[in-house]
């Protein structure tokens, strides 16, 4: 089972500020599991870091997933990174403008990122900038727009008997 490991959390905030200072945005426990903000600008060195750091050695992505905010117009990713030697997970999260939502990809530093990130762009449109092959996964290929997008229309915008205000918007 996983526990929490306070000291092990320690040492990964104090290698990150270390190597990259004002551009680790947050760190705070939720839900049980490190959370670290950073800069969309370092995600990938970051991402580097964790995976090669000796006392680190975060060398399993257990999952890579797309988020959006509305409210602020900016997509984020979330990657959840497991530690197996020491049993010890951190998530990473990383924010991008809608306008210009690109990403480099974590499938150079993790195989298994590769279809995560397809599904990423599938349903959010976050483009991961030197994968392999990002096409749609799930969706029809001549889809338009991204139904996992808060903005996506949820019901047929030419029936008259119901309105998105039915669920939440």
């Not at 004002?22 to 599991?33: R, Y």
């Not at 139904?147 to 669920?167: A, H, V």
Request: glycine residues 4%; proline residues 5%; contains cysteine.
């Amino acid at each position: 089972m996983f526990q929490l490991k306070p000291e092990r959390n320690k040492l990964v905030i104090t290698k990150l500020t270390a190597q990259f200072g004002e551009a680790v945005l947050s760190c705070e426990t939720l839900s049980d599991m490190l959370t670290i903000s950073v800069s969309d600008t370092i995600i990938h060195d970051a991402l580097l870091l964790l995976r090669d750091d000796s006392e680190l050695q975060f060398n399993f992505l257990t999952t890579l997933c797309g988020m959006h905010y509305p409210d602020t117009r900016q997509l984020g990713v979330v990657y959840h990174l497991h530690n197996m030697t020491d049993n010890h997970r951190i998530r990473i999260k990383t924010a991008i403008p809608e306008s210009d939502p690109k990403l480099p990809t974590a499938s150079d530093i993790w195989p298994s990122a590769n279809w995560q990130e397809r599904e990423t762009y599938d349903f959010y449109g976050i483009l991961f900038e030197g994968h392999p092959n990002l096409v749609r996964i799930l969706n029809v290929d001549d889809m338009v727009g991204f139904p996992l997008r808060k903005d996506f229309p949820l019901e047929d915008q030419t029936r008259e008997d119901k309105d998105d205000s039915m669920f939440g918007r």
